[in-house]
C-alpha cells in the first residue's frame, strides 16, 4: 500500500485527490500496489468534505507517520511550503510539488536533501501544467547537449495576447475577460509584470543547463508595454508578438536568460500556440529541436502532471529511489548581461530596406510595403541595436527581442 | 563499463556510434559509468573505417558475451532482425531498436521475452523518430485514461502534401523533389501507401490501449488519392489535408485505428506540422491534451532517440531492471468496423447549408461562398455518410475523414 499525503486542499490539491478516487484502478495496475490518501493538511476544517476523515492541520503528523511514503505539496507560496517539504524530506518521505516558487527559489536545497535521504523531490507540475517538460527535458535529451529553450509558459498572458491579435481588443479588455473567464487571479500582477514565466524558466534552465539561477537576476519584462498597433502590425507578416521566456547557453559558458515580448516568426513552431495553451521548443546539439504544446495551467491537467510522478515515486517505494539530480547555484558571473549579449532583434520601421541592409549587417527583411519595413538583425546586442537604430534616425513603429 | 553492441551500420547505427562518441562525456555524467562500443555487426567488410575493430559478422558472437549488457538493433525488415533480437533478449541482454516493422510484427513476443529473462526491450525510435512520443505515453499518461490519438506520423508524405498546399505542386512533382532532397525512399510505396503510418500508430496503440493490433487488420489509405483541388478547398477555410493515423477506444471496448487522409481544421494543433516535421496530438480523459511535434526522421534526431534508450537502460544495468511493459495482441473482434464505426467526415459540396443542415445533424458548416460549402459531421459512420451524399444527389467537391 502507498500512502500519499496531500498539502493544501486548493485548485491543485483538491484536483490530485479526486484524479486519484477516480483512476485508482488504472494507477494501481501501474504501480503494481494500493494507493491510498492517508492525511490532508489543510488550514480549513474539512468536515462534511469527503476529507473529513483524514484531515490533520500539523505537518508533524504527517512527518512522523513511517507509513506516508509520498507528500504531494500543493500550497502555493514559499512559507511554510519549503519547511514542510524539507521537513519531509529529512523524514524520508518522497516529495513531489506543483509549486514553482518553491522550486525556482528553494529547488537546490530540496534536491539536495532529497538525495541526502534517498528519496526524490519531483516538480514535473511546477511548469507548464499537464505538458509533461521536466520529464522529457531529463529522460529524452539526457545524452545530447541542449542549445537553447523558448518557452511560451503563462497561459494568462498568452490568452490575452490572442485576444489582442485575433479579436482587436486592447490589454486592458482581454485582462478583464481573462479575469471572468478565471484565466487570471484578481491580481494578475505576476502574471503580467511576467515573475510567473520568470520562476518557470528557471526551473527548466537548471535542469537544461545544470545551473539554477536566481530569479533576480533574470532581466524579466511583462506584456503592460505591447499595444495593439504592436500586434498588427507583426500580423502583416504572419508573426505573433508573444511574452517568451527563453534560455540558452553560450560559448563562454555563460547562461543568457530572459523574459521579455518578443517577436515569433510564421514559421517557429511556438507561433501557433494561442489562448490558454503554452508551447515550449526545445533545441539540441545535432538531433534537432521538439515542441511540446498543451494546457499550461488548469485543475486537472496540473494534477495529471502531479499523478505521473506520484506513480513513477511509487514504482520504486519499497527498493531504492533513482538518484535525485541536483541543482547548483548559479551566481552573477555566470549569467549573461542582457544589453550587451547577442541575440535577435527585431523593429518595424518607417525606412526602407536599403538603408536598413546597410545598416544592420545580416539584416533579414520579413515585410515592407513602401509605408513600413519589418526586419531582424541575427545577431546583434541590445545594446548595439537600439543605438544603430537611435544613430540611424530611425522612426520606429514597433520593436522587440525576436525568436 | 557499459558495452554496446549495434547490429547493422546503415544510417540511424552509424549515427548512434557516432552520437555514442561525440556525446561520450554527457553519457558517462548521466549513466555514473563509462561506455563502449564493444561490437558492429554489418554484412559489409568494415575494414578502413573507424568501426574496424570492432566489427563482426556473427550474431552468436555478440549474444554469447557476457560483457554485452545493451543490443541496438538498427537493421531495419524484419529478417533477420527479430530472430537476433529475439537470441539477444534470451541471453540476457536488453536490445533497444528503431525498427517499426519489427516492434509492430513481433512487439508482444519480444516484450514477452524481455519481461521473461529480466531485460528490457526499447523501442523509442520506432515511432517519431526525435520525439519521445513512446517515453510519454508511458510515463506522463501513466496514470491517466488516453481517449484518442492523431498523428502526422510519415515526413515524406508530409512534405509532399505541403508543396501541394504551400507551392501548388502536383503530388507527382512534390515526390521527385522529396526524392532528389533525400526525404523519400527510390520505391516509396511504404510511405505513400501508409504501411509506414501504420507501422508507427500500431506501436502507439498497443501502449495507449494495451493491444497491438495487427496490421493487416487496420483500415489504410494512401496520399495517392489526394488532388490538388482537394488541398486547394480546405486552404479556404484555413484547413489542410494530412495523412492522419488514428487510434481511439469505443465504449464497447473495442480499438478503431485508420491511417487515411484526413481534414484537419485550422485549430487542430497539428494543423500547422509542415514538411519532414511529425506531429501526434494525445487525448486524455480530465487532464485534457498534449501535443509533441519534431522531426519525425533522420540520422542524428533518430539516432538521439536511441541514445535516450541507452541511458534509460543503462543506469539499471548491475541493478534490477523496471519490469518490461507487455503488448498483448489484438484479435478481429477487437477492433471496429471502418464503415459502422463513427468519426468525423468532411465533405465540400455544390449543394448550400440549408440543404446540408437538414440531411445531415449536427453539420458544422466550416465554409460557404454560394458556390461551394464546406461541412463536418461530427458523429457519423462512413456508411451512412456516403450514403447520404449518394441519396441525396449532393455534387462532391471533395471529402475526407475529419479530425
Redesign the interface.
Known sequence: MINVAILGLGKIGSGVAE?IE??KA??CR?I?DRINIKYILDLRDLTGTPYESCAVHDIGTISSDPEVDIVCEMMGGTKPAFEYSLECLRAGKNVITSNKEVVASFGNLLCDAARDNNVRYMY?ASVGG???LI??VK???????IKEINGVLNGTTNYILTQMVNNNKTLDDALKEAQALGYAEADPSADLNADDSCRKICILAALCFGRLVPTSLVSCKGINEIKLTDTEIAAKFGAAIKLVASAKMHELGKLDIRVSPCLVTKNN?IR?VDDV?NAVNII?D??????????GA?K??T???V??D???VA?YVG??Q??QELMECANEDEVCDEFTTNCKYYAAVKQDAQKIKSDFSGAEILYSDGQLTAFICPDISRQTFYYILEAGGYDVLSSFRAI
Open positions: 484524479l477516480k483512476n488504472i494507477i501501474e503494481q514535473e499537464g505538458i509533461p520529464r522529457t529522460t529524452a535529451f539526457a545524452g545530447v547537449e513552431p501557433n495553451y539540441a545535432l538531433v534537432g529541436d521538439v515542441t511540446l504544446l498543451g494546457r488548469g486537472f491537467p494534477a495529471g502532471a499523478l505521473s506520484i506513480i513513477d514504482k527498493n531504492t533513482p538518484t
